[in-house]
């Protein structure tokens, strides 16, 4: 069983649209606050190495990552850290405050405890001004699929690459281009921080249409090997950049750098270059 099975057993309680999509959603008259929350732990979410800065900073930008796929902006985080020593806190919440100062959020405290593990949690409100947050399920037939920046890096990161270390241990939340998209129109958005392929079946099963992209339009970072960059890139996780889709007529609208890597088609099949592409990512297991 993984994360996203455990969401069955919620969904009957909190409702389906509450558990769909990155952040919870609070209708505002004019706009909305999204609100995201994650769980970090030190055996599975931070590689030896780290530094206690760069687990603050991480420990912030994968919740600003999540409000970044709604299309709204970070306005306060806070965290509740689970310590094994306390002499790891100062440079924790410095690297916490460092990333929520270069995102616009304000760093409100949380709260402090003693644990076997280092463990953190990570809450965060952000909002949308004028609007609606996009969700997962609004991918049409015949809509472009987008995606920013480089996929792949934190993996390589992660299994060696020291070139790749700051990419996996000091991620860029897309803040600035999740409210691109959102303005220029885009149908359906999430950060792609467990891997591309499983991403897309995540907007697919929401959406309920299937999706045919193109290996060679995957970008990759071109100092790596092509076929460990793509593998990172399709069932790795970490690099916290934003797919999203949009209609042909609406592409004219982005003003940011994106690149098109296939379309959403009728049906419900996920292929790549013609072939079904494998169901596969980064999941938490129990």
Known sequence: MDDRDLLDIIRP??????????CAILTLPCG???????????????????TGWQIGWMSVAVTISDIAAMGAEPLQIVLAIGLDTEERLAEIVLGAQ???????????????????ELTIVSTGVGIIRDGEP???????????????????????????????????CEPQPRVREGTVARLAGAHAMMD????????????????????????GRIPLPPEADVQVA??????????????????EEKMKNLTIPVTQIGRVSEGLKITMDGMELPKKGYLHHW
Not at 231 to 241: P, T
Request: with cysteine; net charge negative; hydrophobic share 40%.
């Open 13 to 22: 309680v909190c409702g389906s649209d509450t558990c769909s999509d990155d």
């Open 32 to 50: 909305a606050l999204v609100t995201s929350t994650d769980m970090l732990h030190e055996r599975s979410d931070f590689p030896a190495g780290m």
């Open 98 to 116: 460092a990333c929520c100062d270069t995102y616009g959020a304000v760093y409100a405290g949380g709260d402090l405890d003693a644990h076997s």
């Open 134 to 168: 996009v969700r997962r399920g609004g991918a049409k037939p015949g809509d472009i699929i987008c995606v920013t920046g480089t996929l792949g890096r934190a993996i390589l990161g992660l299994t060696g690459d020291s070139r790749f270390w700051k990419d996996l």
């Open 192 to 215: 792609i921080s467990d891997g591309l392929a499983i991403s897309l079946y995540d907007i697919a099963a929401e959406s309920h249409v299937g999706m045919e992209i193109s290996s």
């Open 230 to 247: 793509l593998e990172a890139a399709l069932y790795g996780g970490g690099d916290f950049e934003l797919l999203f889709f949009i209609s």
